[in-house]
């Protein structure tokens, strides 16, 4: 007797199944009566073609209209698909997650052991490529909460051997005091954040930091911090919002010349944290080969749907496609230069992202200047 | 075949470490829309790093100064500056701004002017109880010693003309390091006076020009002492109220003829008020109060710049300020939308298409029924004017939020008020258009009105 093969949905990330394998299998599991979540077995009526029939490729996924403006409001547990009812071995509730907030209300999302730990392995895979060190403490500049990327990275500590010194961090109030136009406020609580960061560097042994770019910035305001990372710390790593291509620059030629520096590409949709491409020059724009086909990209024209050429730029659609998530066809705010997967996969690689410029401001007439 | 198209100008940003090329640029075009330069632009990172070395350099002694802004005045006016000549760099302007390229010499001229003589000028503004330095003699027995508020001036610079320019460097004479973020529409005119002023002595950690978006502008302000910002009726409410940012609001200037004024006898000063520089200053006049009956002033102003011909801007006979022909549209129904029951005797429309995407802006000449008209208190970069009337009952009202007020017309009492009003900035008796100035008056003030201040100093005297 032999073991049937393990299906596309537990694979492991870091050997992936084919892709067209991939989208059956998923919408196999969350489409059937049987185990698809109550969200998707409602949603799919309203659809005007049939997922377990219509959907065999990649290309079929942007059949599916984008549904995470709904993840807004539906309950989690609509989320979960029945049929892990039936697995045995996974007991936990669901981790909740949710999105930036950046767009509205956040969007929420969950993980179950099954998948977390995929992506989480995935993830610390891509990072030893990287030249990290082991045993090193780490100091995560980067939001907690309901932000995976505070789980992530407290997991990665834990996985490189490293104490994790967190910090509380509220991404979604700086952006609230920004839009509210007051920039005492936003000073104000980067140098509550800063004086924390302050506290920590200065007084513990610490290798590495996971940090926003903004805050990334504002430390660098502050030489004594810049001399203390430049003389102690091995490894930063950036994440949680773009760093553009001049910034990165500075950052790796003027102000941490020596710091091995490691972008990071993730979101609550993707469920997965992308550190760079390896191997690219210092002042290279970093590159994100996804963890496709769990998790794919597309760069596209959203005038015709249809990729941009490679090394151009295109509006950002993801698919992510898990046994907890089916998020298909997901044009994000963000535009980012297409590469091709650096590892061959299905799908795009991604460099320089960007929000969708707004053209939204009003003209200015009036006046001589 | 088509034709090679000529070379973009690279207008590198100027930092703390010499030129700075970014790879986030944006493309200056000119009126028509062609592309005639590439201007980078720095991230908030750059901008951060660049006023840390603004804030902790040393500034150099009065003497080198004044040396380098006197071999900076002729260099920008005449000289090649990194390579560009004075034309080339006129010509570059009038493109972009679409300011007619004769208005665009004499503008320009006249910042050369006002750097070779702004070391004497920005000390009219001293105190005369006050020494510039504490080593005076007259501090043995206490002085007051003028001193600078702050170190560092960070200015947000218009594109209207290169005029404004002059505004900021009685800063450097005063010495302050001066951090300037020029508009990306006209860059030009920044980025020869901030290469002109290091060719010739001032260093790099002295003087910037950091060319930003929006969301790295605020950083240049915020991490400076003191700011220059100039814009409209938002920026003055933004920064109005803090005593470290000095808001350059609109101009709203005026002529006032008093009763029996012969408005043919002083036309040229009217009709120059209006339209000297294409009407692009805060200084043109955009307002003109009669006593009296208004219309045959506005007929004869009308009469005078009906004339005017639509000129692409480097055409040595154009008078009028061009923009891409959208730009001039929605100029044209902003106008349209607000002016109310003004009649039109010139500028039903505005819009002169030059048939190569850009168009003209014709003179408009608007005349209101009574003094306290809203209209007559919109300003816009072309000359543009409303002719209204005005009574000794409408007082000084309407005449008030005035940068410059020419006042026409022999009534000394009248003039005690006026030069008394204090929203009234300037005041320019008889014939001299609100466009006149000189190095050595004030424009709003002393610059050195905000940038220094008195303190007393006493000390011993070392003879005994």
Redesign the interface.
Known sequence: MTTPAPSPLDTPWQTPPDAQDLVREAVEWHFNPKTGSRFWLERAKTLDFNPLTDVHTVEDLTLFPNVVDELRHIPVEDMVPQGYASITGITARPLVGESGGTTGRPKRIYSLPDVLNSSWRWYWSRLREHDMPSGRNWLGVVPMGPHMIGTLTQDAAAEFGGIYFPLDLDPRWAKRCIASGS?EAV?GYVNHLVDQVEWILTTQDIGLIAATPPLL?AI??R?HLVDIINERVHTITWSGASM????A???AT??FPEVNIIGIYGSAMIFCGIPQRPGGGRTDPAIFDPPSPFSMFGLIDPETGRSVPYGERGQLVSHHMTRNLFLPNNLERDTAVRHEHGLGYAGDALSEVRPVEEFGAA??????? | MPTASPALMELAALGPRGPYVSRNRQLVTDVRGGPLAELSLVPALFVQRAMRTLSTAESPGESDREAALTQAGPLFTTGAVGGVSAEEYHRAVAAASGMPITFVRTASRGVGDYAAAAFDAARMARPVGAVSGWRDPAARSGAAVWVRRGDVLAVHAPANTPAVHAAWLDALALGYRVAVRPSRREPFTPHRLVAALRESGFGPDQLLLLPTDHAAADGIIADADVALAFGGDAVVGKYGAGPMVLPQGPGRSKILLTSGVDVERHLDTIVESVADQAGTGCVNATAVFVEGDPAPVAEAIAARLADAPALPPEDERAVLPVRAESDARDIDEFLRSRRGDARPLLGDTVVAELGDGSAALRPAVFLLDRADAPQARIELGFPCVWVAPWTRQDGMAPLRDTLVLTVLGEDEALVDRLVAEPSIRNVHVGDHPTTWSRPGVPHDGYLGEFLMRAKTVIRDDPGR
């Open positions: 920039a000073k910035q660098c305001t030489d553009d291509a001049d910034t620059e500075l950052m003027e102000v003209k200015v007439i009036e006046g001589v200047y």
